[in-house]
């Protein structure tokens, strides 16, 4: 998601931090409508929940899936717990590496256009190796079935960028 629709930390704190939602409700709603949960609603997420500025911070860090800043426009997140390990994620992770020429795990260079993340189970064991790209479910996944949903999701970053 871009920042060219900022809105104030205050008001996006205010239109989500309602009463009887807890800070998790809450982090999950502004990440879902901007992508990230922007560093400058700590403090007003603080005050509305009655919490200290470290407890917020403290949650949105030991939780891996809320974001700080924007996802790169293709995020492939490749599960990398046991039974799609014992289906060959790992060759899949070097074949995936490889192919787009970055690392999974490695710190987010604002401003690239691929980001690889480890993640640990999909829920769809049984179809593995799984992994998600821009949030769109990949099941039994092969060398070949990546290079072409990788290729159409770059496709469309192309086009619209
Ligand atoms: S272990 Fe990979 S989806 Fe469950």
Redesign the pocket.
């Known amino acids: 998601m871009d920042d060219s629709h900022a809105i104030a930390p205050d008001q996006l704190v205010q239109r989500h931090a309602r009463p009887g939602l807890s800070l998790l409700a809450v982090l999950h709603a502004i990440q879902d409508e901007l992508g990230y949960v922007p560093p400058a609603t700590v403090a007003p997420l603080a005050r509305a929940l009655n919490l200290s500025r470290a407890e917020v911070h403290g949650v949105i860090t030991y939780y891996h899936h809320f974001r700080s800043e924007p996802a790169a426009p293709v995020t492939v997140q490749l599960?990398?717990?046991?039974?799609?390990?014992s289906?060959g994620?790992e060759a899949l992770a070097q074949h995936i590496e490889a192919h787009t020429g970055c690392r999974f795990d490695a710190e987010h260079q604002h401003g690239a256009t691929v980001e690889l993340e480890s993640?640990?189970?999909?829920?769809?064991?049984a179809?593995?190796?799984?992994l998600m790209l821009n949030g769109t479910l990949h099941?039994k996944v092969t060398p070949q079935k990546f290079d072409a949903i990788f290729a159409a999701a770059s496709k469309c970053v192309e086009v619209t960028a």
Do not use: F, N
């Open positions: 599960c990398r717990a046991e039974a799609c390990r289906m994620t993640v640990y189970c999909l829920g769809q064991c179809l593995s190796p799984a099941a």
